[in-house]
């Protein structure tokens, strides 16, 4: 039995390289007439991914700074304020996440979402996929006062909906934060990879898919 199904956010709900392709555009209108000019779009769309592929951090703003043609460089810190200003804004959906979430609800299978991150990026990425009516219940670390792995942030989202670890699925991209996090709540956990190999040597590697529409298989059709 499946009362509900609980999704990470990033990387999970959200295409990581579609959003970070969308954000390439709005820095290229912003920085251009700063920039010195770039023969290819792509190359400006390639640098960006490469600086911000696996997610911000302060250090890939100074790489960013440090790789493109600048004429006139902005700070480090101008870089990394447009990001975190513009890149929730442009957040881009897996292509099947709203038919995925669609036949879960035609299916009475309830949906929460538990992230880790600041409270006005996240919902501002959530507002952007269009996708928050799906979710009875939305938990986001910065709110709450506590992140994933830790077991009370999953323990809140099921008192919010009402169901039971045992009857809940959580499906997430970070093994320890989401899976491991998960199974020690009594949930079971699916994985969502990008065909990577499973990294934690000290647990079996759960069922594992890699486009969201396959977490179907995991939930009867309604009867
Ligand atoms: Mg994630």
């Not at 009362?3 to 990387?11: H, T």
């Not at 957040?91 to 036949?103: E, F, G, H, P, Y």
């Not at 929460?112 to 919902?123: D, P």
């Amino acid at each position: 039995m499946v009362d509900a199904i609980l999704f990470d956010l990033d990387n999970t709900l959200t295409d990581r390289v579609a959003s970070v392709r969308a954000y390439a555009q709005r820095f290229a209108s912003h920085f251009d007439p700063r920039l010195a000019p770039i023969d290819e779009s792509s190359v400006l769309c390639d640098t960006i991914m490469r600086a911000y592929g696996e997610g911000y951090n302060a250090q890939r703003a100074d790489d960013l700074n440090r790789s493109l043609p600048w004429l006139d460089q902005p700070s480090s810190a101008e870089i990394a304020t447009h990001w975190l200003d513009v890149f929730p804004g442009v957040t881009a959906a897996r292509a099947d996440a709203k038919s995925t979430l669609t036949v879960l609800r035609d299916r009475g299978v309830q949906m929460g979402l538990v992230t880790n991150g600041g409270a006005e990026v996240q919902r501002t990425k959530i507002a952007c996929m269009k996708l928050g009516g799906y979710f009875g219940s939305v938990i986001i670390s910065a709110e709450v006062g506590v992140s994933k792995p830790d077991p009370a942030i999953f323990r809140l989202a099921l008192a919010e909906l009402g169901v039971e670890a045992v009857n809940t699925i959580f499906v997430g991209d970070h093994p320890e934060n989401d899976v491991v996090g998960a199974q020690r709540v009594g949930m079971r956990a699916v994985w969502i990879s990008s065909s990577q190999r499973w990294p934690v040597d000290t647990v079996p590697k759960p069922p594992t898919i890699t486009e969201l529409i396959q977490v179907l298989a995991h939930v009867p059709a309604a009867t």
